[in-house]
């Protein structure tokens, strides 16, 4: 005979499965760069898979950053490769893992997934990269992306967008059908990536996993970002921007200066890149604004002149930055979003 006691836990188990397989998509109203009001998604069920990133308010200031409020598919979190100025040291500075790789039931991720898929309509690109370094999950016996991509493939309207500093695209490479897919690589000029990201695969590495999956049939991104103005930043950046465009066209380019939010400075152990920055933007501190400005405007002008590429857009840069670039921040067409 079931007690009393061993029906309770047998409901409390059902109504947990059916949470999990059924959570709820809440939607809400939000207010675009371009100044129309729509409804979206702001998470699914609890938000610890699926949630919006809108912690970027619209900017009012000068000073205040412009970044597109995008879905996050929070599978994991952390990353394996210590950069200097990683905002992740940051954000998980009280955890006891830290910066750790840590991976989420496959089981949620799936049930929550689907739910998002049965409820909207309206395409939307799922960025895996926010939290988490996107391919640090492929050593596993069952990696990421051969979970992930064929779930996206059961659709055609959502993208999942897979942002990472590694090389390592075996898995990737071998998975056939990949429409639903779109792989960005975080690059940077050698001589920045070998002094604060060190750990990371080299950029000559990430530029060649890039080419193999543009040829594969990826959709291919770059973020060029951290951005950092050292002596000879132009003919580094320059450089950076000829390896990439001799093996392969990205189909977006991002560029983003060196910043830094607070709490990112209190939980960096390495500090030598913070003489960079000397102002001040809700979103942290930045490389001064003439110095931003003489960047931007040199590689956006190279790309265009020596590539005829003006497919650019900016990560968490003010508002003035656009308007003195003479760009439209409300059209903006950036890394994390279609």
């Given at each position: 005979?079931?007690?009393?006691?061993?029906?309770?836990?047998?409901?409390?188990?059902?109504?947990?499965?059916?949470?999990?397989?059924?959570?709820?998509?809440?939607?809400?109203?939000?207010?675009?760069?371009?100044?129309?009001?729509?409804?979206?998604?702001?998470?699914?069920?609890?938000?610890?898979?699926?949630?919006?990133?809108?912690?970027?308010?619209?900017?009012?200031?000068?000073?205040?950053?412009?970044?597109?409020?995008?879905?996050?598919?929070?599978?994991?979190?952390?990353?394996?490769?210590?950069?200097?100025?990683?905002?992740?040291?940051?954000?998980?500075?009280?955890?006891?893992?830290?910066?750790?790789?840590?991976?989420?039931?496959?089981?949620?991720?799936e049930a929550h997934v689907i739910r998002f898929f049965e409820e909207l309509s309206s395409p939307e690109i799922l960025n895996t990269g926010e939290i988490a370094d996107s391919l640090m999950g492929e050593t596993l016996s069952l990696p990421f992306s051969k979970f992930i991509i064929p779930l996206f493939e059961r659709q055609d309207k959502?993208?999942?967008?897979?942002?990472?500093?590694?090389?390592?695209?075996?898995?990737?490479?071998?998975?056939?059908?990949?429409?639903?897919?779109?792989?960005s690589f975080s690059l940077n000029a050698d001589e920045v990536a070998k002094e604060w990201e060190n750990r990371a695969p080299d950029v000559a590495s990430r530029i060649n996993a890039g080419r193999l999956l543009d040829e594969s049939g990826y959709e291919v991104r770059i973020r060029i970002d951290p951005i950092v103005p050292i002596p000879n930043w132009e003919k580094q950046y320059k450089e950076l921007i000829d390896k990439v465009f001799s093996n392969y066209t990205p189909a977006r380019i991002t560029l983003g200066s060196l910043r830094g939010l607070q709490s990112t400075i209190n939980g960096s152990t390495d500090k030598s890149w913070l003489h960079y920055l000397n102002e001040n933007s809700n979103w942290g501190k930045k490389v001064r604004n003439d110095v931003r400005y003489q960047i931007y405007s040199s590689l956006i002008r190279y790309l265009q002149e020596q590539y005829g590429y003006s497919n650019v857009a900016l990560c968490k840069e003010t508002m003035e930055m656009w308007s003195e670039l003479g760009m439209d921040y409300s059209e903006i067409k950036c890394n994390c979003i279609w």
């Open positions: 005979m079931t007690s009393a006691r061993s029906l309770l836990h047998l409901d409390t188990r059902f109504d947990k499965r059916r949470r999990m397989i059924y959570p709820k998509v809440k939607l809400r109203g939000y207010s675009l760069l371009n100044g129309s009001e729509v409804l979206l998604v702001c998470q699914v069920g609890d938000g610890s898979i699926i949630k919006r990133f809108d912690k970027t308010p619209l900017p009012l200031k000068e000073k205040d950053v412009i970044c597109p409020h995008f879905l996050e598919l929070k599978w994991g979190y952390g990353c394996p490769y210590d950069c200097a100025w990683c905002y992740l040291k940051g954000t998980f500075r009280f955890l006891p893992t830290k910066t750790r790789p840590m991976f989420k039931d496959r089981q949620k991720i959502h993208k999942v967008l897979f942002l990472t500093k590694s090389d390592s695209i075996e898995h990737l490479l071998s998975i056939q059908s990949h429409n639903q897919a779109i792989i």
